[in-house]
């Protein structure tokens, strides 16, 4: 079973800044192979897709990150991140890492964003 720990939440102003990691446990085998995203939920909300980045290199966003959000990953270090700029106050929500093989996927247990001055 692989595990996925995100870190990298915080409160940030609006117009900042904040990087994301989701790391994968050791038992994340082939991990270049997975395709790797994330997801938020803000509150009274539903999950919804932010990026994924799939084992091909290929990625995409939702609208509403599109030229703000970055999505990358290391795979020597079992990790994936997602680069945030330009914040909102919508972009508040708890941000969690999912993961997707063959016959396999995964989350993390969140990690919480908040945007406000």
């Known amino acids: 079973q692989v595990q996925l720990a995100e870190s990298g939440g915080g409160l940030v102003q609006p117009g900042g800044s904040l990087r994301l990691s989701c790391a994968a446990s050791?038992?994340?085998?082939?991990?270049?192979?997975?395709?790797m995203g994330w997801y938020r939920q803000a509150p009274g909300k539903q999950r919804e897709l932010v990026a994924m980045?799939?084992?091909?290199?290929?990625?995409s966003y939702a609208e509403f990150v599109k030229g703000r959000f970055t999505v990358f990953r290391d795979n020597t270090k079992n990790t994936v991140y997602l680069q945030m700029n330009s914040l909102e106050p919508e972009d508040t929500a708890t941000y969690y890492c999912?993961?997707?093989?063959?016959?396999?996927?995964?989350w993390g247990q969140g990690t919480q964003v908040a945007v406000s001055s």
């Open positions: 999912y993961g997707r093989g063959i016959a396999i996927e995964f």
């Open positions: 980045l799939r084992s091909d290199g290929r990625t």
């Open positions: 050791r038992s994340a085998f082939g991990f270049s192979g997975y395709d």
